[in-house]
């Protein structure tokens, strides 16, 4: 079966500081993959989605980036984290059509930049 | 473009009542269809799921929903509510691009009081 992992569960950060978030798929292949931000209160925004190695479309302009260095691996990144860079980040991944286009979502990581 | 509107930010209901949650969605074409469910601090849980079969779906945890084609809805229903369906429920279309990106509503928390 397939699962999805992220880590750290919780991270607190100062402003300025950098990030890095991964995400790791086990039990598929060549999935598509997504980060998204919820920020308190507020529904998902998608901020980064992956359909293959080394390819990344980003949704929102921001200080934040991704990258994709293997088949199951997406990495959520800042070189310097910003106070409104706080909430809660999801990663993802589907099938798409061959699996029926909903995605599976990993349990998320808290991010508090104080 | 495709868009989902849930109607109601928060819905109140006591234990052992009917629950609806309202949805309605802007497609230009026959979308796919979805509800998740998030639980506190907790990754999203796909709940069900509507890709142009049977018009009503059947989901986990006793939750089903109507696709209605003429009033644009995906209204999710339960007969009978249980303290543990209190969390954040989420109507979703898929975006039918290569992408399978996903719209999200904005939420509708669902309290369940004894």
């Known amino acids: 079966s397939q699962t999805i992992h992220q880590w750290p569960a919780t991270l607190v950060q100062p402003v300025g500081s950098p990030l890095s978030l991964e995400c790791t798929v086990e039990?598929?292949?060549?999935?598509?993959l997504y980060w998204y931000r919820q920020a308190a209160g507020r529904g998902l925004q998608l901020l980064f989605y992956?359909?293959?190695?080394?390819?990344i479309s980003s949704e929102v302009p921001q200080n934040l980036s991704a990258s994709r260095p293997q088949d199951r691996q997406f990495i959520l990144s800042s070189k310097k984290l910003l106070l409104s860079d706080s909430g809660f980040y999801l990663c993802a991944w589907s099938l798409g059509v061959a699996g029926g286009l909903h995605q599976y979502f990993g349990p998320g990581t808290r991010l508090t930049v104080t | 473009a495709q868009s989902v509107t849930q109607l109601d930010s928060h819905v109140s209901v006591s234990e052992g009542t009917p629950v609806l949650l309202r949805c309605n969605y802007s497609?230009?074409?026959?979308?796919?269809l979805f509800w998740y469910v998030q639980h506190p601090n907790k990754g999203l849980q796909l709940l069900l799921k509507y890709t142009s079969a049977a018009t009503l779906v059947k989901g986990i945890n006793g939750f089903e929903a109507e696709f209605k084609k003429s009033e644009t809805s995906f209204h999710l229903t339960k007969p009978s509510a249980h303290m543990s369906d209190a969390a954040e429920y989420f109507c979703?279309?898929?975006?039918?691009?290569?992408?399978?990106?996903?719209?999200f509503g904005s939420g509708t928390r669902l309290l369940v009081r004894p």
């Open positions: 039990g598929t292949s060549n999935p598509n």
């Open positions: 979703v279309v898929s975006e039918m691009d290569s992408s399978y990106k996903l719209i």
């Open positions: 497609s230009s074409y026959s979308p796919s």
């Open positions: 992956s359909v293959g190695i080394g390819q």
